[in-house]
């Protein structure tokens, strides 16, 4: 049988020749030979230990392509090392994969490499373990809360240490390299992920080298015709454009030398994702494409990259409005360069990019280079500052703490994580260069220096003039804020017209913020009355251990929420001070005497020879120890199949099927606890095809067309209006109580999480009366 045949077999099969695969041994000696290239030290004992332990532990385990398994933390090893890591980060490279897919143990890696290899390890094991890419088979909202809590462990994974990301990159970036052994849905789906994800997260770190790829590679696979079509078109007229290329490279070169400035110049042809997107998103073919082609310039000093674009200035002639300085203005992930766009000779545009070669260094290994050595004469490593580089992780982080709406957490994320947004470059009055999104205004700026002073805001001055704050800031404008202590804090309006994640996320927690104060103290003020017209002790029930308590019981934080809620309804100060008061008489019981002991134990016997009576209603409800009694649901707190329940031996009426948490089973005089009697939901209530009624309040920023959204919700799920009462207070805040039927909480939980969605909501809470 013939290569050609023997290949296409293969490929088919999804394996690869075995003689076309490189041995471990020479990849080793290339991982040996990059690591010698920029390590001070000659000491490779720890990266040849980890090589022979990571190959025994993966021994007779194959890849998909058929190669030995220890192909692949050989390769992600090398392109650490091509990104000039340090030892440690290698080694954790090469044994990325032992604790997760062999016998080795964590313990096994302390003891061998030390705590630092072992911390990076782990740390990448539990990445490997977060799936970002969600079930087909789960809705809408599963999959956004899943990959939502997904990436939040993710950039914690990343606060703890930043190289564990910078492992994982390089592992992606294998594993993409090698996406052609993976069926096809496979392929769709961790390419997808790639350009969703990794890529972004490359672009921030500012890690060109491995972004780069990483676009491309995802464009082969995600949008294959496009890729192959733009490859074949770009090579069409390789030679000629090659030889365009290297013409304009030497004649810069030249003039730059007659300039007495010392540079290195070389020219190429963009990557093709570059190209594709721009083609897209400019509605634009390959031939329309001003910077298909660029020449980049590295130079020695500051001085001299401004001299060299002197001097290519006078040589081309440079395109009005396309020259970029990243120097004095650097972009958010701390890029630096000078860029412009000329046309040659020939009237082809083509772009140059002028740096140093520490700026250049910067661009190819971004947040790598905080762990670049650097010659030292006592062979140790010389670690350079980039607190720049890890700002935006530490925005994320803040976001994460302020949130806890996962679908607020992933638009800002997305907003946030898009490669593809221009950036606007302005002035403080001292000085201070800002960079935030085109088409920001005053408003961003101002949430850009602090949220006090968005906060405080009343208008703005633009170059000396006083502008509107809808004006669209311009490049070069120098901005200044008018504040005021009066200001009454941001409008609901302003959220109209920003354009920057950052002001968007400190409006809206203001106004979060806003309404809790006034739920505090109205909750206050509610807890307070109870506690005064019950004549309760306060200062026996709210100690800090029972009061802990009551926050675990209702998944509170401290203890202002929990007043939050009872000042806006969703708790019942009669609740959590009854509540308060269970908790302590528990810890402050009387000894019981013999007599009461002796009763007790004959109550209980009476109750368990009742128990084997179980009433079945028609409504789904199974009641324990009752007879030939009917049974109702309660108005007051609506249960639904799903939700825990007790019954109440009414007079003359039956039994009432009350929620456990409802208010007035809570509020119980002593008398009647007795009464209160098991009750639980036959099982397969749920599918039972019932209606039960539920109630339920929403909480939100009032605006024109806000009830039309809910009713329009409630449809769209066949859901009618059995009530609606709406009432708006002072501060513009609406206050929605709905009922309407339901078949059970399934459906009343994600009735509720489609109304979440909505505008301008900000909390729902079901209803209690």
Request: charged share 30%.
């Amino acid at each position: 049988m013939d290569y050609e045949n023997t290949k296409l077999i293969f490929d088919e099969l999804g394996l690869t020749k075995s003689q076309d695969f490189v041995a471990p041994e020479t990849l080793y000696q290339e991982l040996i030979s990059c690591v010698c290239k920029y390590h001070p030290s000659d000491d490779i004992s720890m990266i040849e230990k980890a090589y022979r332990i990571s190959s025994a532990a993966h021994k007779d385990q194959l890849r998909k392509s058929g190669e030995p398994y220890i192909v692949h933390p050989l390769n992600v090893a090398i392109i650490l090392a091509e990104l000039e890591m340090d030892k440690e980060t290698i080694v954790a490279g090469l044994l990325h994969d032992v604790v997760e897919d062999t016998v080795m143990t964590d313990d096994d890696l302390k003891r061998e490499f030390g705590e630092e290899v072992a911390s990076l390890v782990d740390g990448v094991t539990k990445l490997e373990k977060i799936p970002l890419s969600t079930d087909a088979a789960k809705n809408g909202d599963e999959k956004l809360n899943m990959q939502a809590e997904n990436l939040r462990k993710m950039f914690l994974a990343m606060a703890k240490d930043i190289r564990v990301i910078m492992i994982k990159l390089a592992d992606r970036l294998h594993n993409m390299r090698t996406l052609k052994y993976q069926k096809p849905e496979s392929q769709q789906r961790i390419a997808r992920e790639t350009l969703d994800i990794y890529c972004p997260i490359a672009q921030r770190l500012g890690i060109s080298k491995i972004k780069v790829e990483l676009d491309d590679l995802a464009l082969k696979y995600l949008e294959p015709e496009a890729y192959y079509d733009l490859v074949d078109k770009i090579a069409l007229r390789r030679s000629a454009r090659e030889q365009y290329i290297t013409g304009i490279a030497n004649e810069v070169r030249k003039h730059i030398d007659d300039a007495g400035i010392h540079a290195t110049v070389d020219g190429r042809v963009k990557h093709f994702y570059s190209i594709y997107k721009k083609m897209k998103n400019q509605n634009k073919t390959l031939e329309q494409i001003y910077d298909l082609f660029a020449i980049r310039i590295i130079v020695d000093s500051v001085m001299d990259c401004y001299a060299a674009l002197g001097v290519i200035h006078e040589l081309y002639k440079p395109l009005p409005g396309r020259f970029k300085d990243y120097i004095a203005m650097p972009k958010p992930n701390m890029y630096q360069s000078l860029h412009t766009t000329l046309i040659g000779a020939s009237g082809q545009p083509f772009e140059v990019q002028i740096r140093t070669m520490e700026m250049h260094k910067a661009a190819e290994y971004g947040i790598a280079a905080h762990w670049k050595y650097k010659d030292a004469s006592d062979g140790k490593k010389v670690e350079t500052q980039e607190e720049e580089k890890l700002l935006w992780l530490r925005q994320i982080l803040e976001w994460q703490r302020d949130m806890s709406d996962n679908r607020e957490f992933m638009k800002l994320l997305k907003n946030d994580l898009d490669l593809f947004h221009d950036s606007v470059y302005c002035f403080t009055p001292t000085g201070e260069v800002k960079n935030l999104p085109t088409g920001s205004t005053p408003i961003d700026f101002a949430y850009s220096i602090h949220s006090a002073v968005g906060n405080k805001m009343v208008g703005a001055r633009v170059n000396g003039k006083l502008v509107t704050i809808d004006y669209e800031i311009k490049n070069g404008d120098r901005v200044e804020i008018i504040t005021s202590q009066n200001a009454k804090g941001p409008s609901r309006d302003w959220l109209k017209v920003i354009k920057s994640t950052q002001a968007r996320n400190k409006i809206n927690q203001w106004f979060k913020n806003e309404v809790k104060d006034d739920n505090i103290a109205k909750g206050k003020e509610l807890f307070s009355s109870y506690v005064k017209s019950r004549n309760v002790n306060l200062s026996q029930i709210a100690k800090p251990e029972y009061m802990e308590t009551v926050m675990r019981k209702y998944g509170f934080k401290d203890w202002d929420q929990v007043l939050a809620a009872i000042g806006h309804g969703a708790l019942k100060e009669g609740q959590v001070v009854n509540k308060l008061q269970e908790i302590y008489d528990r810890y402050n019981q009387k000894p019981l005497s013999n007599e009461e002991i002796l009763n007790s134990i004959k109550e209980a016997n009476q109750a368990a020879s009742m128990s084997s009576n179980h009433i079945k209603s028609k409504s789904g409800i199974v009641v324990k120890g009752i007879t030939d009694l009917s049974v109702r649901f309660s108005k007051c707190c609506s249960p639904v199949p799903g939700d825990e329940i007790v019954g109440f031996v009414t007079r003359g009426r039956g039994v009432s099927i009350h929620r456990t948490d409802c208010v007035n089973i809570l509020n119980l005089p002593e008398e009647d606890r007795n009464r209160v009697i098991e009750a639980d939901w036959e099982a397969g209530s749920e599918e039972i095809k019932g209606r039960y009624m539920a109630e339920i309040n929403i909480y939100a920023s009032n605006r024109n067309g806000l009830l039309a959204d809910v009713s329009r919700t409630l449809t769209e799920k066949n859901i009618s209006i059995l009530t609606c009462n709406t009432r708006i207070n002072r501060q513009g805040m609406a206050t929605m109580q709905l009922t309407f039927e339901i078949s059970g909480r399934d459906e009343l939980n994600s009735t509720i999480e489609r109304l979440r969605n909505i505008e301008s909501i900000i909390d729902i809470e079901r209803s209690m009366n």
